[in-house]
């Protein structure tokens, strides 16, 4: 019971939702392996985490700064290295893709991701 109850508190934190998508091989018909994104898991409870990981480091350029991003999910769902997601959040959607394996610990697992910029 009390496991539970920790769970429902943990999943209150998801604010977020999103869909996550694989790439996986499918052989055309003729004879030619493609990759293809298909859709794993649809309107799934999330949450997204930025963290800088110190001071903007000035460059001849331009300001650079290091964004680290954490996504959290509840523990049931297989999440690989390379899996898409597709954040909604305030009215708006965000592509990421996973750059880690799912850490996965009691009530939530933590996956760390990066921006997808164009198509994932």
Request: glycine letters at 4%.
């Amino acid at each position: 019971m009390e496991l539970n109850r920790l769970q429902n508190k943990a999943e209150a934190l998801f604010t977020d939702r999103c869909d996550i998508k694989r790439y996986k091989f499918e052989k055309q018909e003729n004879g030619i392996t493609e990759t293809v994104m298909s859709d794993i898991y649809n309107d799934v409870m999330c949450r997204v985490s930025y963290i800088t990981s110190g001071p903007n480091e000035e460059t001849l350029t331009a300001w650079k700064t290091e964004l680290k991003i954490k996504i959290f999910l509840p523990i049931e769902y297989k999440i690989e290295s390379g899996d898409v997601f597709i954040i909604y959040k305030n009215g708006e959607s965000k592509c990421f893709k996973a750059s880690s394996q799912s850490r996965v610990y009691s009530f939530h697992q933590e996956i760390e991701a990066v921006i997808c910029n164009g198509n994932p």
